[in-house]
């Protein structure tokens, strides 16, 4: 079974400055892909990026981009110029590929915390 | 026009008693999914269904039964509510099609049993 893992349970920023997120996953599979989602105190489940493992251009969405090494398992999160908006929980997520109706599995999730 | 909606968005009640979530989804998707997030923030997948059939239950207790009258709707129905089922209960969908093409979730249910 594949295992996502997120090794900093809470993460501070300055405002302004950038921040990175840690992700490392476990996986026989060849076919996959990562999400980071978003989930701020109103509990909205919000996409923030998405990687697919056959590619291997780092994916970006404006200030968050993210470091994909495929080899060593690991995909973490860069933001950057943080905004108070960005305070909320990380989760990073795999997903199986193939019918591509398989369900998320998640790591703990990273408390984000952006100091003004 | 609210992509994935579930009712309610809070629900409060007894030990013991049976309550049911809904959930709707308005993108055409055709496979729904419940996911479960605990105290600690811990989300897990609980079942999937694609058209209507179920796709995957994981080891969930046979008190949740799932129910997807149409690809657009799927409910979850909780018998005999236990302490320990309090949690945020979230709805979501995609589409079945080659490509990791995200999940879109509603806001959550919490459900708080006392």
């Known amino acids: 079974a594949q295992t996502v893992t997120q090794s900093q349970p809470e993460m501070s920023v300055q405002e302004a400055e950038t921040v990175t997120l840690s992700c490392t996953y476990d996986?026989?599979?060849?076919?996959?892909?990562l999400f980071w989602y978003k989930q701020p105190p109103s509990r909205q489940m919000i996409l923030v990026i998405r990687?697919?493992?056959?590619?291997?251009q780092n994916a970006t969405e404006n200030r968050f981009s993210v470091n994909f090494q495929k080899a060593a398992k690991s995909f973490s999160l860069k933001i950057s110029d943080s905004q108070l908006g960005d305070a909320a929980m990380y989760f990073c997520?795999?997903?199986?590929?193939?019918?591509?109706?398989?369900?998320?599995?998640f790591g703990k999730g990273t408390r984000l915390s952006v100091i003004a | 026009d609210t992509a994935v909606s579930q009712t309610p968005k809070y629900l409060v009640t007894q030990m013991g008693n049976d309550k049911s979530i809904k959930c709707e989804q308005n993108?055409?998707?055709?496979?729904m999914y419940w996911y479960k997030q605990d105290s600690k923030k811990f989300l897990k997948i609980m079942f999937s269904?694609?058209?209507?059939?179920?796709?995957i239950n994981e080891t969930v207790p046979n008190r949740f039964s799932p129910k997807s009258p149409d690809k657009a709707h799927l409910n979850l129905h909780i018998n005999s509510l236990e302490l320990g089922d309090s949690a945020v209960y979230f709805c979501?969908?995609?589409?079945?099609?080659?490509?990791?093409?995200?999940?879109?979730f509603g806001p959550g249910t919490r459900l708080t049993v006392t």
């Open positions: 979501a969908s995609s589409q079945t099609r080659t490509g990791g093409y995200e999940q879109y």
């Open positions: 996986t026989s599979e060849s076919d996959y892909y």
């Open positions: 990687q697919e493992a056959y590619k291997q």
């Open positions: 997520a795999y997903r199986s590929g193939g019918s591509g109706n398989t369900p998320l599995v």
């Open positions: 993108l055409g998707h055709d496979t």
């Open positions: 269904y694609n058209n209507k059939e179920l796709i």
